[in-house]
């Protein structure tokens, strides 16, 4: 479908792409990834011809559609599901030849393309893709102006979707989903017909949606079969391969250097030795391949002890203006708790979170707060809060007026900030750098409980997993609305959702969850059944549920420790491996050995532990 040939392009005199080569086969299903600007949203700039590139060459079929989401979203007076049919150029450019063609063989020829393209089911097709994206019907028929930004940009998704181009170019399609929509769109990109080429951080999306993956990594562009789980696995492998090899290129150069250096002022072994320094030169070690670095979060702990309950609400309804958005919601918060909010967008989560946080009044009920409770809040609403003509350094002064220079800028890389960007205007960051930035300023003072709205939509994989661990290490209570679900089921274990106009807790997984949301998609009604025995069947499961929930729970926490224990074991390799230790100071060399020892022993207990509770969960779930 797509061969990339020799790229190299330059912005600002940063090098982005150098000689980087790759082929994207013609059907599959591939997502691209890389860390945070390093290039990929400007390689689908190129691809597109919005940007020349400096060297190199795209090749294409001439006849290939090429799709992607409008930068603007549609926002006039036409219906939601007129724009989506729209996008279907060619079907629009025909229906409007076909009011005025006089000439019976075009008129032929345009009724037979409009068949062949399958026009007269455009509409059905067109509401369908609305619907999964969540357009009711009466939403479907209502103008864009109404729409507010997020929603806006669904009906481009919709639009390009519609359009079914040969080549679907997507940049992370589910920034905008609730966790609704994202299930709707995994299942439809999984079955796409034609080419998809996706920029995606979301874990779970590349696992079901996608068979191959492209990673940019040092400016270069590989290609790998399977999922994102095949790719990290295969990556790894093929990490710990080259290291070795290098390991073993390297003791063997330092064997022939010995020789060299002993006898290579002896004429009788000179030859020999000329001889070993020519295979030296032959005997290139490979670069030591290790992961791109990814700065921590790092949260600062509760700093009053928190109530019991920290929050409640008795009766509490809640919007905006006259209009109300929540009802009765009679919900408790208290120290520890760890809360996915979820449901489809326009429920109400955000309206929770801001009236939690504060930022509304409740307009009626009783809301009660522990007096000490600071609340963090974070929402991409809260971004406007970044003054943008300040540096974070700025930002940091602002809260820390006596402090040492050194102390700022210490803070600021607990934030995952390198020293650069702590001088870089906020304007000018990237959105992880600007989401770091915020989620580092609203913990500044040590809250006592945390509430993220879709906090990952800016960040990488690796950064998501930073926050996971930072929200696992932190002792407040958490809150989360998010279409992520790894982040979901890595950080909380309670379910909350909101629907009907009102916040209750789910009484179901979410594996649960998402099998009752496909099947209520695929097909609602069907049949009576016992009513009686299904109320008895959910009780059941949970009780089984909450009989396995602390197994569970350990298990995540030794998984957790696992991840950081071979992060760290791969950082002392790293350091292990580069040859200009083994210069220095003997201490340093000792100290890592003794770290890399401790790690691996902590590790192998946590193997086991992981092990032991995977067969007791396994035990219990078959009781």
């Given amino acids: 479908m797509l061969t990339i040939n020799n790229l190299t392009y330059r912005i600002q005199g940063r090098e982005l792409f150098e000689d980087a080569s790759v082929v994207l086969p013609t059907g599959s299903k591939t997502g691209f990834v890389g860390k945070n600007g390093t290039g990929k949203t400007t390689l689908f700039h190129l691809i597109q011809g919005h940007i020349s590139l400096d060297s190199g060459s795209f090749d294409l079929n001439k006849k290939a559609r090429i799709g992607a989401v409008a930068q603007e979203a549609p926002a006039g007076n036409e219906s939601v599901l007129d724009v989506v049919l729209a996008a279907d150029k060619e079907r629009t450019a025909l229906l409007a030849e076909a009011e005025t063609a006089e000439d019976p063989n075009r008129i032929s020829d345009i009724y037979t393309r409009l068949a062949d393209i399958d026009a007269y089911s455009a509409e059905a097709r067109a509401s369908s893709i609305l619907k999964g994206l969540g357009f009711e019907q009466d939403r479907q028929n209502s103008p864009t102006h109404e729409l507010s930004g997020g ?63 492209i990673h940019l990594e040092h400016r270069k562009l590989t ?33 022939l250097q010995k020789f060299v250096d002993r006898f290579k002022a002896k004429a009788s072994k000179a030859k020999q030795a000329q001889s070993r320094m020519k295979m030296i030169e032959k005997l290139r070690p490979p670069a030591a391949m290790f992961d791109e670095y990814a700065a921590p979060f790092t949260f600062q702990q509760p700093k009053a002890e928190a109530a019991t309950p920290m929050l409640s609400l008795d009766g509490v309804s809640a919007g905006y203006g006259d209009k109300t958005i929540l009802r009765n919601i009679n919900m408790r918060i208290d120290p520890e708790d760890r809360i996915a909010l979820i449901g489809v967008n326009g ?61 700022r800028r210490s803070r600021l890389s607990q934030m995952g900030l390198t020293k650069s960007r702590m001088d870089t205007k906020a304007k000018n960051l990237s959105g992880g750098e ?30 998501r997993d930073a926050l996971v661990h930072a929200l696992n290490d932190y002792e407040g209570a958490v809150l989360i609305i998010s279409h992520d679900r790894h982040l979901i089921e890595a950080t909380c274990d309670t379910l909350w959702i909101a629907e009907n106009g009102g916040i209750r807790e789910l009484d179901e997984d979410l594996d649960s969850y998402q ?41 995540k926490d030794a998984e957790t420790k696992i991840a950081r224990l071979k992060s760290e074991i791969g950082k002392v390799d790293a350091q292990l491996e580069d040859p200009k230790i083994y210069n220095g100071p003997a201490d340093k060399m000792i100290a890592l050995g003794k770290d890399k020892a401790r790690f691996t022993s902590e590790l192998e207990s946590q193997e086991e532990q992981w092990l032991a509770l995977s067969a007791e969960l396994e035990e219990a779930e078959k009781a």
């Fill in 223 to 255: 290609f790998y079969k399977g999922n994102y789980d095949t790719f990290e696995t295969t990556r790894r492998m093929q990490m710990e391969l080259n290291n070795k090899g290098r390991d073993k290129a390297l003791d063997q150069v330092a064997h």
């Fill in 434 to 463: 600007r989401a770091r930035l915020l989620m580092g300023l609203i913990t500044f003072s040590g809250p006592g409980m945390m509430i993220l709205d879709e906090p990952t939509n800016h960040l990488d994989i690796d950064s």
């Fill in 515 to 555: 099998r009752s949301i496909t099947s209520t998609k695929e097909g609602k009604g069907g049949g009576g059944g016992n009513k009686g025995a299904a109320k008895l069947s959910k009780q059941e499961a949970a009780a089984k549920r909450a009989e396995v929930a602390p197994i569970k729970s350990k298990i």
């Fill in 347 to 407: 429920n109400g989560k955000s309206t929770f979170a801001k009236l939690l946080a504060g930022d509304i009044e409740p307009m009626g009920g009783t809301l009660r707060k522990g007096k000490k409770l600071e609340i963090a809040h974070f929402a991409q609403h809260q971004m406007d809060k970044l003054k943008p003509e300040w540096t974070p350094f700025e930002h940091v002064v602002d809260l820390m007026p006596t402090e040492s220079e050194a102390r």
């Fill in 151 to 213: 929603w806006r940009m669904r009906v481009a998704l919709a639009g390009v979707l519609f359009s079914q181009p040969d080549l679907l170019l997507l940049d992370e399609p589910t920034n905008y989903l609730d966790l609704e929509g994202t299930l709707w769109l995994e299942k439809y990109l999984a079955t796409y017909p034609y080419t998809v080429f996706m920029i995606s951080h979301d874990r779970d999306l590349l696992n079901k949606s996608v068979n191959s993956i």
